[in-house]
């Protein structure tokens, strides 16, 4: 990750100005992140991809271009793990259009079984038919299992915000996004929610903890701290979870400047689940 914020922020803020995240590609996505549409987008690099090494990248770029996926089994030398990422993460999307990750899944896992996983090269052997490459019937992959497998393949959500999966909760529950929070007068009571993008503990001058939370909900990043009086119950929270729900009191710092110091948190995902829960109760 590129200085002390997580690439996956630095991403959001492309986003939020109105650039497109062009997603992972088999034959275009590059080494690095590339600049296209004439600075109208960036397209997510090969580098990204968890585990990958730079001969592998190397070996990916020089085979190009690629007819589908089997092409790419035998040609790229990419590894198992590197490979079942970019099916999870849409790089076969585009040459794959008429069926869907699943199917690719299982395509991939039907070609590691037949003698196409041995043969490499430049040149197709002919002796070798590949399996065939048919819709398996299942679903496709969710919004929400596709952010999750870009979050834990790539350590980004390429295509969606994570926090947008829990907006009709935190809109019940009067969550206040970051760029809000500027509109709130000092000693006014909120909750805020977002991924954890940095928790520090500085040495400060009174010799007694203070963690330092910043969260990142899609709109611009929140700092909340946490004082020893809060730490006892909520230290473990902090320390497991990456999606945070956070109750504080604000305090301004200046015409531009605001800081919430925390009185709660929770596992955002957990609240949530609660919640679902009993409005499913209610609707039954």
């Known amino acids: 990750d590129p200085g002390m914020y997580p690439k996956r922020l630095i991403v959001d803020e492309a986003r939020q100005m109105g650039i497109t995240i062009a997603p992972l590609d088999a034959n275009a996505s590059d080494a690095v992140y590339r600049v296209e549409e004439h600075g109208n987008s960036i397209r997510i690099a090969l ?20 007819i589908d996926l089997t092409d790419f089994v035998r040609r790229s030398g990419a590894s198992t793990p590197v490979i079942e990422s970019m099916i999870l993460t849409g790089a076969f ?10 199917d690719l899944l299982l395509h991939f896992s039907d070609l590691q079984k037949s003698a196409v996983a041995v043969v490499s090269g430049a040149q197709m052997n002919l002796s070798f038919a590949p399996p065939e490459l048919t819709s398996s019937g ?5 919004s929400a299992e ?10 980004i959500d ?41 928790m520090q503990t500085p040495p400060v001058r009174s010799g007694k903890r ?6 990142d909900d899609g709109y611009g990043c929140s700092d909340s701290t946490f004082f020893t009086d809060v730490q006892g119950e909520y230290a473990n929270v902090l320390y497991s979870t990456s999606l945070l729900l956070v109750r ?8 531009r400047g605001i800081s919430i110091r925390a009185t ?9 689940e609660s919640w679902s829960t009993k409005q499913s109760t209610l609707v039954i």
């Open 47 to 66: 580098s990204t991809i968890s585990g990958i090494s730079d001969s592998e990248i190397a070996s990916i770029i020089a085979a190009r271009p690629y």
């Open 93 to 102: 999307d585009c040459l794959h259009p008429d069926v869907n990750r699943r």
């Open 138 to 142: 299942l679903p496709a992959m969710s």
């Open 146 to 155: 596709s952010v999750k497998y870009e979050v834990d393949r790539l350590g």
């Open 158 to 198: 390429m295509s969606r915000h994570l926090i947008e999966f829990y907006g009709a909760f935190l809109n019940s529950i009067g969550a206040v996004r970051s760029s809000d929070l500027l509109k709130q007068r000092s000693q006014s009571s909120v909750l805020v929610a977002g991924v954890k993008v940095a």
């Open 210 to 215: 203070v963690i330092f939370l910043t969260l």
């Open 248 to 255: 504080g009191v604000t305090r301004r710092t200046g015409a």
């Open 264 to 272: 709660g948190v929770w596992d955002l995902r957990a609240a949530y």
